[in-house]
């Protein structure tokens, strides 16, 4: 698994979409009954044996069109990773606990003693033109990154444990000295020396090594400036997966036709096209099989729970939404996020109480099925040990919203509270349009807010459009207090790359010396000790509990309806680099 699919820049995903409506009590049974049953949900269709030919068509459930930049080293939206997804193949497998193998395109060999970590593609690994993947194309997506041309958000501080990689990055070495290609850059073998290595290494998404590769010898006559709008990246993209782009409607579909040169054996599908469908359709495509895999949106499941003719699998993802809280800018000059200790939102007390106000378990519990459910802290339960269960969260406590405020001087003024020094305090929020339901929840956790006296609006009074939203994220809108989002997470437990002071992900912006301490620490060479490690990351779960710079939300069931007539198709990790060349229709 890569990065690009598990990792937050990667997987920018929607808020929970709820609908709005008065809290009762009695559907708490049927809830609970429903969550019991998306828990004995299969992650796999049934196996069947598997015929030649036939077209799947895929739902990419969006009400914007996908900007498709078909790049890992570029691209930062989930809804790219999901059109690409019959392409795109990491050079890793993985187990079910997204620990690498050597099942896949290439393989990982660790070396502490010399602090190195060596890559090597298998033989027979090809572009969809038919060159061998190598040594060079590995090193290229370094360069990619770390090219402050390119302007994407892939790169971060954690890649400067490889040896040069920051001397690149600022302009001053021409070549990464701590990448060497033993065999020429024709060659299928990649070291990377490290300062230091780091405990999670072992398993995907990691963050210290990239996993995946840029065809050089297709990209190399590009700019890194011109990459992003380059043909190339957006129109005749190559891959090293079991399918090519054939065709492209830009921003509303793309068809996917067998790469021949494909290492792993022919595909089983001719066909494979990649639709836009909006939200509000969906739920329809699943009941008229529009779609063959279209994913479910829980506010929806009893609409189309009893649907024939498909299998629901499903899974609780590495992932959960959250609230941000803008205390701060992204430094383009030194690649660090600098707070602004005078910000409106940089009060403790007054993020506290944000947080206090969100009634999130309610309506999650009561708008969702059962199927949506609050998450008290930044690290999922899925982390086993890693995760702090002593960590409760911000649970909804008016009373305790009001009395943080009070005690924090931001005293009522009329019907609004003013701040600590008597100026007028007016809070906006940046809120995406993703699902119908997105706008009602919104709504609701800004009646909230206005209980507790907290002047709370929506940035231009309205739902903000999926790209226009991470642009004004990215690119710290002065307009911006708040926002909701999420991430799909890496499956390597360390926030590194989405909190550290050198992660550009880091939208919030707060980069406190305490911060810095405790990342370093959980990545650091005492963390080889697993108790060690465990304890540094429940100090700072709690850490960022108590700060309340990002105050997780929701996670959901993440349940997907498949054709009945289609096998090989799974949620299991460790089918998910060769899942499209696995799926096809059953004898």
């Excluded at 990419?60 to 570029?74: R, V």
């Excluded at 989930?78 to 099942?103: C, G, H, M, W």
């Amino acid at each position: 698994m890569k990065k690009s699919r598990i990792f937050g820049s990667v997987g920018l995903i929607s808020a929970a979409a709820l609908t709005l409506v008065a809290c009762g009590k009695d559907n708490n049974k049927s809830n609970s009954n429903d969550a019991k049953t998306a828990n004995k949900f299969s992650q796999t269709v049934p196996k069947k044996a598997v015929k030649q030919g036939g077209t799947v068509k895929i739902a990419i459930e969006t009400d914007s069109p996908f900007t498709g930049i078909f790049s890992d080293e570029i691209s930062m939206t989930q809804i790219d990773a999901d059109v690409a997804r019959p392409a795109d193949e990491s050079l890793f497998d993985t187990d079910d606990n997204y620990r690498i193998n050597d099942k896949g395109p290439a393989t990982l060999r660790i070396n502490q003693k010399d602090k190195t970590v060596t890559i090597t593609v298998k033989k027979g690994v090809k572009w969809s033109d038919g060159k061998q993947v190598t040594a060079k194309d590995m090193e290229y997506s370094y360069e990619i990154m770390a090219s402050k041309a390119t302007k994407t958000e892939r790169y971060t501080s954690q890649f400067e444990f490889i040896k040069g990689m920051k001397a690149f990055h600022e302009g001053k070495a021409k070549t990464i000295s701590g990448i060497e290609m033993p065999d020429g850059e024709s060659g299928r073998k990649m070291v990377l020396h490290y300062s230091e290595l780091k405990p999670g290494m072992t398993n995907s998404g990691n963050g210290y090594f990239w996993e995946a590769a840029a065809p050089y010898h297709y990209l190399k006559d590009v700019p890194f400036s011109k990459l992003q709008s380059s043909d190339k990246i957006r129109k005749k993209p190559l891959y090293f997966g079991p399918y090519k782009l054939s065709k492209l409607v830009r921003g509303q579909s793309a068809t996917w036709t067998p790469n021949k040169y494909y290492w792993r054996g022919k595909p089983k599908l001719d066909k494979i096209v990649c639709q836009v469908v909006s939200t509000k359709s969906a739920t329809q495509a699943i009941k008229s099989h529009k779609f063959d895999v279209i994913d479910v949106i829980n506010n929806y499941w009893k609409d189309i729970k009893n649907a024939k003719k498909v299998n629901f699998v499903a899974k609780i993802p590495l992932a959960y939404d959250y609230l941000g809280i803008k205390v701060g800018k992204w430094d383009a000059k030194t690649n660090k996020n600098v707070m602004n200790k005078n910000s409106k939102m940089a009060n403790q007390s007054l993020r506290q109480a944000i947080g206090y106000a969100m009634n999130v378990e309610q309506v999650s519990k009561h708008y969702t099925n059962g199927l949506t459910f609050h998450v008290p802290t930044l690290i999922p339960a899925q982390f086993g040990d890693y995760y702090n269960k002593d960590i409760k969260g911000y649970n909804y406590n008016l009373k305790k919203a009001n009395q943080i405020l009070d005690k924090a001087g931001y005293k009522k003024k009329g019907k609004w509270r003013v701040q600590p020094n008597g100026k007028p305090l007016k809070i906006n929020l940046l809120a995406k349009s993703r699902t119908p339901m997105d706008e009602p929840i919104v709504q609701n956790y800004i009646q909230q807010w206005h209980k507790i006296g907290l002047d709370v609006e929506l940035v231009g009074n309205r739902m903000t459009e999926f790209n226009a939203f991470y642009d004004k994220v990215q690119h710290d809108a002065p307009e911006v207090d708040m926002f909701i989002a999420g991430w799909n997470l890496s499956s390597e437990p360390s926030p590194a790359a989405l909190y550290d002071v050198g992660a550009p992900s880091n939208y919030s912006r707060f980069a406190t010396p305490e911060n810095t301490k405790l990342m370093s620490s959980l990545d650091s060479q005492k963390a080889f000790n697993h108790k060690y490690r465990v304890e540094q990351f429940h100090k700072w779960q709690q850490y960022m509990f108590d700060e309340a710079y990002v105050i997780p939300l929701s996670n959901s069931y993440e349940i997907t309806a498949v054709n009945s007539a289609l096998t090989g198709y799974s949620k299991r990790p460790s089918q998910s680099n060769s899942l499209w060349y696995q799926v096809g229709y059953a004898k």
